[in-house]
């Protein structure tokens, strides 16, 4: 089966650096895509990252290693809105289509 | 610019009552089109997606149908629903850009009583 391995919960303080961590078992792969969710509301696109190495977007990055079956989330200059559930999701194909599988999530507290 | 939709945003329902939840996608056309449940504190479960018009491909056998009667239009039904149905469901839809970006509806929450 499909399944993506992520922690549950990460603590940081504000203005750090986390990363949250992914690893990955599929038949099938395409890409690492990452996702926020804060309380009560829909996920929200971050990254996705079709070929090995970082992609950089603002205070995110996203690193994925094909090889290792591995990829990261990084967060710079935490700020207290950042705190939120944050999911990868690997894209795999499907029928005339690609499909997202989620990782269960990392809830992220930022805390002062 | 795109935009999708899905009510109602919040329900309460007993056991063995039917079920339907309608997802509408704006300004773009042929999308393709998922169905997705996510338990309280839990991850999202892909439950259908769709490619086209009256194309369904269905991940979990569960209690639980889609249909997509229009290009843009896509409904999760259920003729009986069970207690383990509660949950907050997902329309999303795939964008161009990245095959890995899906845009989320606000979501609708269901608890079944």
């Known amino acids: 089966g499909q399944s993506l391995e992520q922690p549950s919960e990460v603590t940081a303080v504000e203005g750090a650096i986390v990363q949250i961590n992914c690893t990955y078992q599929?038949?099938?792969?395409?890409?690492l895509s990452w996702y926020q969710q804060h309380d009560g509301g829909a996920p929200t696109f971050l990254s996705y990252?079709?070929?090995?190495g970082l992609e950089e977007t603002g205070r995110f990055s996203s690193f994925l290693s094909r090889s290792d079956s591995y990829g990261y989330l990084l967060l710079q200059e935490l700020q207290m809105k950042d705190s939120a559930s944050y999911f990868c999701?690997?894209?795999?194909?499907?029928?005339?289509?690609?499909?997202?599988?989620f990782g269960k999530g990392t809830k992220l507290s930022v805390i002062p | 610019s795109q935009t999708i939709h899905q009510w109602p945003a919040t329900l309460v329902q007993p056991v063995g009552s039917p079920l339907s939840l309608e997802c509408t996608v704006e300004?773009?056309?042929?999308?393709?089109l998922y169905w997705y449940r996510q338990a309280a504190g839990r991850g999202l479960q892909l439950l259908f997606y769709?490619?086209?018009?009256?194309?369904i491909s269905s991940e979990v056998p569960q209690n639980l149908s889609a249909s997509r009667p229009q290009d843009r239009q896509f409904i999760l039904s259920s003729k009986k629903l069970l207690l383990s149905d509660s949950g907050f469901y997902l329309c999303?839809?795939?964008?161009?850009?990245?095959?890995?970006?899906?845009?989320f509806g606000e979501g609708s929450r269901l608890t079944v009583l």
């Open positions: 769709s490619v086209g018009i009256g194309q």
């Open positions: 999303a839809w795939r964008g161009t850009k990245n095959t890995g970006e899906l845009f």
């Open positions: 300004g773009t056309s042929n999308p393709n």
């Open positions: 999701a690997a894209a795999l194909p499907g029928a005339g289509s690609y499909q997202l599988t």
């Open positions: 599929t038949s099938g792969f395409y890409g």
């Open positions: 990252n079709a070929l090995d």
